[in-house]
Structure formats: structure tokens, C-alpha cells
């Protein structure tokens, strides 16, 4: 169902057929009825009858506007690492969800140091951040506020990183960013659940600056779009450009030969755009697709193998989020299947970008 309301979101509305145009049709009533909460709630901390709590540290706010994978993780990484490597000490905060801990009260998933839980327990992003990001510490909890308390409290955090939390008011933030992604944009720009929108598209105004994620090689599109955002909504565009980084085995780290033929899996919002990465250097002959968060159990392995052995595929390739959620399952396996997880680095002017 999730796939099916994704592919309908980002679909241009002439293009749909006549069951598409029906769902569309029976869904806008509710996104009437979701867009009046929506507005309430920021109308009530916009008139600040509903207060914010603005911790001491800097505080940088990663979040989009719409459903699905934009980017996040990745920018989300670089800048940590960019702070992290000036000699700041830095706390990446995110809600954890999907993960099987409580989410009520702070959990500490890493000190920067160790990492405490697994994927399945921490969450696939917290996770991910925390093996990706040296010396920077992640915490989870739905409330941000508590989470940012701990970090102040703990690790005497400097700059406070929230992953995810364009929507999350309650903790006020120095620098708010809103991330765009440049092939899906904001979809058919209609609300939840019609479209894409998690909030009405006039409310990027609460965006210092606006990131364009671009995943593709056309930079000049790109850039002709950054100037059409900037047009539209009088706010500073930067460009990120992500680019795979490498393709290394999950078990040994060994990297994948170019070329080769494989099979791609993946759990996340946008897999399309992981494909296409996929296609650049190597022979993709068979994808599959999971709900988005989906953690994997040993049934899910055994079906992906299944699949690659009667292609006679022995290469699969997964992105890095999903890596680190089977790689305990996959260490149970002894077969010439490899699994192997896509790194993708985020190329974008931190120092300018993060400049209160």
C-alpha cells in the first residue's frame, strides 16, 4: 500500500489512470481535514501560545517537507563530521523510529565512542549515524527536548544536529534547513494523505536556507532548479551533490568490481534513485523493494537469496542504512552470495550553509 500511495504521490495528476484518479479524489477530503490540524498547530507556536525550548548549544534542524528518502542521513553525517573535525563536540538527536526501544525517554545509542544497540533495537538511522560519525554522539527520543537536555547534560554538546525535524517545534533551532530533492521535488504538492506533503508548501518559509539534493549527474538542471526555488521562495538555495562513494562487502569490506552483474534490495522512501546509483557501475538485473524501515528477519535473506540463485546472481547490492539492519542475520549464512552496501558521500558548503 505504501509503494502504491508513493507512486501516486509523485505522479504528474494528467498522467494518472481512472482507479489512480479515484483513490486521489477520495483521499483529498482527508487531506482537507489534515491540513486544518496542521495549520492550527503552527499557528499555535507561531503566535507562541505553545513555547519552544531553545537549548544552549547551536542548534541545526535537518528536515524536509515531504514523505520518503530525500537525503537526510547523508547531510545529516557530513555535517556532524564537518563540525566534529573542527574540534566541536557534537550530538546528532533523532525521534528513533521504528526502532523496538521505548522512544519515551532519552536512550543514548551512542557515546561517540561505543555504540550501544543494534539496529533493530536503536533504529536503522540512528545506527547508521553512529557508525558513520566518529566521535559524535546520537541520541533517540520522541520528545527532541529531552533528547537535547541529555546531550547538553552528558556530553556537553556544543552544536545539537535533529535529524528529521522540519515538523518538530517544540525544540526551537538556530539554523532550520529543508531539504528538496531534486528528481521527486514536492510531488503532485498536494497534503498527506494525497500527496507527499507533510505540511502545506507555503510553510517553507520557516527554512533559513533550502538544500536541493541532487542524486543524478545533470548538475545543470540542477542548478537551473536551485534558481527556480530561490525565485519562488526568496530563500538561499544550496546544492548537494551525492555521489556513490564505494560498494564494499558487508562481512570483509572487500569493494565490488565494477561491472559486475547484481541483484539491489532496499527499504527506503525513494528507492528509484538508489537503482539508478546502482546502474552507473554495475549490471542491475533484478531489484527488490521493502516497505520503508522494514527490518529484515532470516526469511527475508533466505528469500533474496532464492532470488538471486535462480537469476544466477551471487552479487547483491543494498544501501548502507539496510546494511547495517541484516548484517548479524547475514553472518549466520555460509554461501558464495555476497551482500554488499553502497556508500554514498554528500558534497556540500557546510561552513556556509551552518553559518547562523
Known amino acids: 500500500m505504501k509503494l502504491f500511495l508513493s507512486k501516486l504521490h509523485y505522479k504528474n495528476i494528467n498522467e494518472l489512470d481512472f482507479f489512480e484518479a479515484m483513490v486521489l479524489k477520495v483521499l483529498f477530503g482527508f487531506s482537507v481535514f489534515y491540513k486544518l490540524v496542521v495549520q492550527f498547530r503552527n499557528y499555535l507556536y507561531d503566535e507562541n501560545l505553545i513555547k519552544s525550548y531553545c537549548p544552549h548549544a547551536l542548534t541545526i534542524s535537518v528536515g524536509n517537507l515531504t514523505t520518503g528518502g530525500v537525503g537526510k542521513t547523508p547531510v545529516v553525517a557530513e555535517i556532524a563530521n564537518t563540525f566534529s573535525q573542527k574540534g566541536k563536540i557534537v550530538s546528532i538527536l533523532s525521534r528513533g523510529y521504528g526502532a523496538a526501544l521505548d522512544n519515551k525517554e532519552p536512550n543514548i545509542i551512542s557515546d561517540g565512542k561505543n555504540i550501544f544497540y543494534s539496529s533493530e533495537k536503536g533504529g536503522d538511522e540512528p545506527v547508521f549515524l553512529a557508525e558513520n560519525c566518529p566521535n559524535v554522539s546520537v541520541v533517540t527520543c520522541a520528545s527532541r527536548v529531552k533528547a537535547a537536555k541529555i546531550a547538553e547534560k ?32 514536492f510531488g503532485n504538492e498536494l497534503l498527506l494523505p494525497s500527496g507527499p506533503l507533510r505540511e502545506p508548501l507555503e510553510n ?7 538544500i536541493l539534493v541532487n542524486k543524478s549527474s545533470d ?50 522512501g525513494q528507492p528509484s534513485e538508489f537503482y539508478e546509483f546502482v546502474k552507473k557501475d554495475y549490471n542491475l538485473a533484478v531489484t527488490v523493494d521493502f516497505e520503508d524501515h522494514h527490518f529484515y528477519d532470516e526469511s527475508n535473506i533466505k528469500e533474496l537469496f532464492e532470488i538471486a540463485s535462480k537469476e544466477s546472481i551471487t552479487k547483491l547490492v543494498t544501501t548502507e542504512k539496510d546494511a547495517v539492519k541484516i548484517k548479524k ?28
Open 154 to 185: 552528558n556530553f556537553n554538546a556544543d552544536v545539537l544536529l535533529l535529524d528529521d525535524a522540519f515538523q518538530h517545534r517544540k525544540l526551537g533551532r538556530h539554523i532550520n534547513l529543508a531539504l528538496v530533492d531534486n528528481k521527486n521535488r
Open 204 to 210: 517553507i518559509k520557516r527554512a533559513d536556507k533550502i
Open 219 to 268: 548538475d545543470e538542471n540542477a542548478l537551473r532548479y536551485c534558481e527556480e526555488l530561490e525565485n519562488r521562495f526568496h530563500k538561499k538555495v544550496f546544492l548537494c551533490k551525492m555521489v556513490p562513494d564505494k560498494t564494499y562487502n558487508i562481512l570483509t569490506n572487500k569493494e565490488l568490481e565494477k561491472d559486475s552483474r547484481v541483484l539491489a534490495f532496499s527499504a527506503i
Open 329 to 356: 542475520i547475514l553472518s549466520k549464512y555460509k554461501t558464495e552470495i555476497e551482500i554488499y552496501a553502497l556508500k554514498l558521500k554528500a558534497f556540500l558548503d557546510v561552513e556556509e550553509i551552518c553559518r547562523d
